[in-house]
């Protein structure tokens, strides 16, 4: 059989550990030699000089067709993977939630219904266990196992609908380490959380202000805390999603002292915007998310994170809900849907901000946003690289093009930006899937359907 083949010719290419400018060769859905001035015809050429050739990136944090407080977040598995592939993610990771009271597999089946045939990107899935107890614990050993789901979220938060006690914390996490996988949390202290809501609430402190009040950078830090002591405590592989602030990577760095090795991922947001948002009156809630953005101090914390190795991940948690939703908290900030849109625009926001601005280099760059996210999560080195064999999920990327992120020419199906009127250096031009063109200068070539569930390995060995 004879498959299709691409040669990427010239382009800069950048990975996790590596810089030099180089042809890239690709037979079917696999990269299939690299090297300077490969002597191979192919079926089609691309000339990439002056551009930089990354790995396709991979969001590990993502809510795509969530049902969520009565509604469901706005990006369709279609609409979200395709708007993914636009900014240069070509892989991205959604989280299944369990029903209190229901079975693991229930849920995976409701999943499986909104996304299967409707990915143009590839995908994966962590599967949130929101009520643990003797029939859950039959099952872990059954996904990591037979259906390559090998990452299992937490909430300490949103008790009676998402939160897990920490008695059942420390009994999943004893059963996942059994099994080769590793528990990720949602690191928040619901009980004072709630507290505090209820509070604002009943002194009639409705604005989206109070969704920030409401979550002080204890609340964080406290639970962070207590999980990294959990997973210390059951030798369990953990991982920290969406953390926002200098508390809690504090807790962090005080559990790497004693030798526990905890993965943190933080979100593009929490590095690029501030709580003053929260002073625009109702114009607030477009950024009401849980936690909520922090402050000045906590941004250069969390890029100082970065570069020192602490902060492994830059995800989204990809959430987005209309105008009409997020009206939903007019009255009330605690019933405003939570979460905002970024998938499209991750890995230039990162670029823009990061790499152009001195915060990181870019090896760092592809590390955070391509590289760490596949080896945490059991997909390397098939995804997260540019080498012999792996997958050909490639981005070709014009550092100095400028453009400007707005509502009106986004991809997301969702009616306003987070990042309205931003500029930004550094262009996504052409993205590759497994070998096929996805998007070239700024249209859509794959069909849904094409994107595929990446079944992931285990996790064990991994700390
Ligand atoms: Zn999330």
Redesign the pocket.
Known sequence: MRFMSLLIKNGRIITASEDYVADVFIEGEKIKAIGIGLPINADETIDATGMFVFPGGIDP?V?LDMPFMGTFSSDTYETGTRAALHGGTTTVID?ILQKQGNSLKAALEDWRSRSNNNCVGDYSFHMAVTDFNEDTKKEIKHFIEQEGITSFKTFMAYKGALMIDDRQMIGLMEEVKKQGGMVTV?ATNGDMIDYLIAKHRGEGKLSPLYHYLSQPEVTEAEASERFVDMANYTGCPGYI??LTCEGALNAVRNATKRNQTVFVETCIQYLLLDAGLYEKNFDGAKWVMSPPLREKKDQQTLWAGINQGLVKVVAT?H?PFNWQQKLMGEKDFSKIPN?HPAIEHRMELLFSEGVNKGKITLNKYVEVACTNPAKIFGMFPKKGTIGIDSDADIVIFNPSEKHTISASSHHMNVDYSGYEGWEVTGKVKTVLLRGKIAIDDNECKLEKGYGQFIKRSKLSGII
């Open positions: 944090h809510h989280f949602h999603v969406h948690d959430c979460g």
